[in-house]
């Protein structure tokens, strides 16, 4: 079993920044892929970046491209999310999630482990 939990959200206004946190604990996760969603008021839960086990390939939904960077310290069992530029439109609660088979993906499905989420609010 692994326990995740996530910190870091809060209320911002746009353009500025935040970073994201998702510690891990129980069973090792330094080899499980880790992925950041998130969901907005309203609408469904939506992949927004993803690292693979070893930190060497990630990926970005396309509203985040550019401006969203993820990392981990497997030391540390963490993942990272770095917020900037950050605009109204990414209000919603952000939740990590692990991958035990250490993929990169955007596949909700294929994420076995949830942390109950953090809320990001950005105000215009």
């Known amino acids: 079993q692994v326990h995740m939990v996530e910190s870091g959200g809060g209320l911002v206004q746009s353009g500025n920044s935040l970073r994201l946190s998702c510690a891990a604990s129980?069973?090792?996760?330094?080899?499980?892929?880790m992925g950041w969603f998130r969901q907005a008021p309203g609408k469904e839960r939506e992949f927004v970046a993803s690292i693979s086990w070893d930190g060497s390939l990630s990926q970005y939904a396309d509203s985040v491209k550019g401006r969203f960077a993820i990392s981990r310290d497997n030391v540390k069992n963490t993942v990272y999310l770095q917020m900037n530029s950050l605009k109204p439109e990414d209000t919603a609660v952000y939740y990590c999630?692990?991958?035990?088979?250490?993929?990169?993906?955007?596949?909700?499905?294929?994420?076995?482990?949830w942390g109950q989420g953090t809320q990001v609010t950005v105000s215009s």
């Open positions: 129980g069973r090792t996760c330094s080899s499980c892929g």
């Open positions: 999630a692990a991958d035990v088979a250490g993929w990169n993906t955007n596949r909700q499905s294929a994420y076995e482990y």
